[in-house]
C-alpha cells in the first residue's frame, strides 16, 4: 500500500515585541501558498507558525511600556494570530515560547544532547558584544563593535555561559552540505553558508545569566536559554516534542519530524542552516530536509523594518481593498502581488501603486472580466447550461500541457512568480481565443451553434482549470469561480493530479457571478489605505483622539471621505457635546490653491486660519479649479494630526458636503463677512 504522504512546513516564529508589517506577513503568506498546494497534491500538511516571546529586546519593551514581559506577549501574540485570521492563513500549528510545552521541549532537547553528546555542551566564561535587537552574537571580543544585520551598537556582556560546541560541526556541516546540496535553497544562499562554515566556527554561548525572561536551564535555573536555542526548538515543540511517554515525542512528533521545509527570510540562514543541524546532529535527531531563504520585501529600497519607520502593514491594504472594491478581495489582491511581483528567493520593491495597478490589470481586467464573460455567455445563450462540444478546440492542448509544467516546474519548486505568470498565460491565451473566434458575433445564428457550444465549452473548461491552478495564490476568487462554474464543494479539495481536460460536465448548471474584482480608483483606495495605515501609526487618534478614526482622517471631499462617512457603524452612533468639542473648527480663507501631479482628485490649498497659513490636502480637484479658491472662506478643522498623502503633509481638513450620487464636494463657506480664525462651533 502506498504510504500516506505527510509534509511538514514551517515559517520562523516571529518576535512578539512589534506588529507584522508586511514584509513578516509575506513568508506566512509564501507558506499558506504552499501549504494549499501540497494539499491539493494530496499532502496531509501541518504548517507550523507561532511567536518568538523570549528575550532581552522583549524584557525591555515591556519595561518601557510598563507591563510585564508576560502581558505584552500575550497582547502581542494576539496581534499575529488576527492577522493570520484576516489573512485567511490555515496555519495547522501555533506555538508560543512561553508555553509550559516548548519550556520542557526545549529542556528535553538539552537533557538529550547532554546524554547523546556529553561533551557538546560546556561551561565558560563568555566575553563579548550582543545585538539586542537581533538576538545576535555580534563579536566575541570586549571591543565596541556594531551589529552586522541592523548597524546599531552591540552591548558588552560579559559572565559564565553554558556553550554549545559547534566547532566541533565543521566537518560534519560540510559533509551535510556536499552529501545534500538542496539542503539550504536557493543554490547562492547554499554557497554563503558553505563560505561560513568553510572559515572555521567558533562555539556558541546558549545560555545567558544576566536576563531573566527566559526558560529555566534544567538544574542550574539562574541560566536561561539563548533565545535562539530556545527558538529553534518551536519547530519541534509545536508538534508534540518533549510531549510523550518516554519524554521526548509525543506522536504528531513521531508523524511529522523532520521537517520537510524551513521557510525563512535570508537574514536568519546562519541558524538555521548552521546552528540548527549542529544542535540535532549532537542530540542524535534526524534533521530537516530542507531551508529555503527568501529575499527581502524592500519599501524604497530598503528593508521594511519597524526602526526604519518604512512599513507597510496588511491590515489596512486588505481591509481598504475590500471596502473600495465592495467585495472580499484584499486578501487575493495582496497575495497575488507578493507572489507575482516579488521572484522568489531574490528581494522584491514593494509599492501601493504597483499593487493596486496590478489588481485592475491582472485581476479585475484579467482573471475577473474573463471569469464574468464566460460565464456571462453561457447564462444567455445556453440557458445557464455548460453546453456539449462537440471537438477539441485550439486551446484544448495549450491547457493541457500548461497544467503539469506549471504544478511541476514551479509550485513544486517554489517559482511562484513563474507558476503565477504561466496562468495568467493561460488566460491571455483564453481571451485572444474569444476574440478571434468572436462567440457573442455568431450566437444568433444557428448555422454556428456547434462552434458557439465548442467555443463557450473550452472558454468554461479552461476557466475550471485556471481556478485550479491559481488556487494557492488566489484562494478566495478562485473558490467563488468555482462554484459559478456549478462546481460542487470546495475547491481545496480537489487533487490536482486528477485535473485534466473535460472534467468539466456538459449540462452542468452555472451561475454568473457579481463582479469577481471589481475595478478600483488608484488614488481613492491608495488614500484610504493612507488614512488606516495612520491610524495604526497613531492609535491614540484613531481610538478617539482629535480627528480620530479613518472616517473623519480623510480629507473633506474626497472619495474616501464620501465612502466612509457612509460607512457601516460610522453612521448612527450618539456623540456627546465633549466629543463635539475635541474636535477644533475655525474659519479659513484661501490664499493660493495647486494641483498635485498624478493625483487627480487632490489640491493642495494654502489657507490662513488667523494666527498661521497651513498647507491642507483636499480631495476636491474634481469640483474646484485651483484659482476659483482663492479668497473663498473655509471650514477648517485645525486640530487633526498631519498625516501624509501622496508624499506631502496635510495639516487640517476642509469640510464639505458630499453631493448627489457620485458624491461630489461642496465645500462648506459663509455668506457674512467673517475674518479667519474665528472659531466654529
Ligand atoms: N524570531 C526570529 C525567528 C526565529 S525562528 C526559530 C525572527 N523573527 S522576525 O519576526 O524578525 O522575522 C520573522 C520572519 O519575517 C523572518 O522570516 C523574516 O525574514 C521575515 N521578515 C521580516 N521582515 C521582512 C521583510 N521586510 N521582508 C521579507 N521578510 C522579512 O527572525
Known sequence: MEKPKKFYLTTPIYYANSRPHAGSAYTTIVCDAIARYKRMRGYEVAYLTGTDEHGVNIERAAEKLGISPAELVDRNQKIFRDLWKLLGIQQTHFIRTTSTEHARAVQTLVRRTLRRTPHAIYKAKYEGRYCIYDNLYVSDSPEPANCQICGRPAELISEENYFFRLSAYQDKLLALYRERPDFVEPDFRLNEVKSFVEAGLKDVSISRKSIKWGIPWPDDPEHVFYVWYDALTSYMSGIGFGQGADGDAGPEFKKFWPADLHMIGKEIIRFHAVYW?????????????????????????EKMSKSKGNIAHPEPIVKAFDEIAGANVGNDALRYYLLREVVFGQDGNFSREALITRYNADLANGLGNLASRVL????????????????DSSITKFVSSSLESIAREHYDRYRFSAAVRDVWRLIAQVDAYLVQEQPWKIAGDPVHRPRLREVLYSAAEALRIIAALAHPVLPDATQQIWRCLGQPGRLADLQLDSLAWGGL???????KPDAVFPRVEVEELSERIEAMENDIRNPAAAAGGPGAGAPTAAPAGTGSAATTAAAPGAGNAKITIDDFAKVELRVGVVKSA?????????????????????QVLAGIAMAYAPEDLVGRKVVVVTNLAPRKMRGQES???????????????????????????????
Not at 277 to 301: R, S, T, V
Not at 376 to 391: D, G, K, N, Q, W
Open 277 to 301: 543541524p549542529a544542535f540535532l546532529m549532537a542530540a542524535e535527531l534526524p534533521l530537516p530536509d530542507k531551508i529555503f531563504a527568501h529575499g527581502w520585501l524592500l519599501f524604497e529600497q
Open 376 to 391: 456571462a455567455m453561457i447564462e444567455s445563450y445556453f440557458e445557464s447550461r455548460v453546453p456539449e462540444p462537440t471537438s
Open 505 to 511: 460536465k456538459a449540462g452542468t448548471r452555472i451561475t
Open 594 to 614: 495647486e494641483r498635485i501631479p498624478n493625483a487627480d482628485k487632490l489640491l493642495k490649498v494654502f489657507v490662513d486660519i488667523g494666527d498661521e497659513v497651513r
Open 651 to 681: 495639516n487640517g481638513m476642509l469640510l464639505a458636503a458630499s453631493a448627489g450620487a457620485d458624491g461630489k464636494p461642496v465645500l462648506c463657506t459663509f455668506a457674512e463677512e467673517i475674518a479667519p480664525g474665528s472659531k466654529v462651533k
